[in-house]
C-alpha cells in the first residue's frame, strides 16, 4: 500500500476520536429512536400490548445499524473525517491520498464493529503493523492519517 504524506494514526488517537464520536452518536441514536416510534406508534397506529413499552424491535435495531453506518460513511466520503476525527486531526483517505469510495466507506462499518468487540485485536493490530493501520484499515484499503497543525496566523 503506498504512503501518504501523512503519518499514520495512533492507537490513542483513534479512540479519541471514537469517543468524541460516540457522544454524537448518542444524540444521532436518539433522534432516530424517538423518530423511528413516532412513526410506528402515531403514525401507523401500532397498538401497545397491555403494559408493554414502545419498542423498535428488529427493523428499528437493522434501522439504527444503517442510520449509524450512514453517519459514518458520509462524513468519510465526504471529506475524510468525522467530527471527532476533525478534533484529534485524523484523517481517512485512499492510498492515493483521496477520499474513500463509498464502498471502502461501507466495508470499514461492517468490520471495524467486530475489530473492537473481539478484544480490541483489529484496533491493537495498528501497534504491531509496520505501517500502522488497523484490521478495517487493510480490509478496506483505507488509512487512517495525522494531519499537521494549522500554521497560526502571524499577529494573532
Not at 18 to 26: E, G, N, P, Q, W
Not at 73 to 94: K, Y
Request: hydrophobic share 45%; proline share 5%; aromatic share 14%.
Amino acid at each position: 500500500m503506498s504512503k501518504t504524506a501523512y503519518p499514520a494514526a495512533s492507537l490513542w488517537r483513534r479512540l479519541a476520536a471514537m469517543a468524541y464520536d460516540s457522544l454524537i452518536l448518542m444524540a444521532v441514536s436518539m433522534g432516530y429512536g424517538a423518530l423511528f416510534l413516532a412513526i410506528k406508534y402515531r403514525f401507523i397506529a401500532e397498538p401497545l400490548a397491555e403494559g408493554e413499552r414502545a419498542s423498535m424491535g428488529t427493523p428499528g435495531f437493522f434501522g439504527l445499524i444503517l442510520t449509524i453506518m450512514l453517519f459514518y460513511s458520509f462524513f468519510w466520503h465526504r471529506g475524510g473525517q468525522t467530527v471527532g476525527m476533525r478534533a484529534w486531526r485524523l484523517q481517512l483517505l485512499r492510498p492515493d491520498g483521496g477520499y474513500p469510495h463509498w464502498g471502502q466507506c461501507f466495508l470499514r462499518c461492517l468490520i471495524a464493529p467486530f475489530s473492537l468487540v473481539l478484544g480490541g485485536i483489529g484496533y491493537f493490530w495498528c501497534l504491531f503493523d509496520a505501517e500502522g493501520q488497523t484490521l478495517h484499515d487493510k480490509a478496506s484499503k483505507t488509512l487512517v492519517v495525522v494531519l499537521p497543525k494549522p500554521e497560526k496566523k502571524k499577529g494573532s
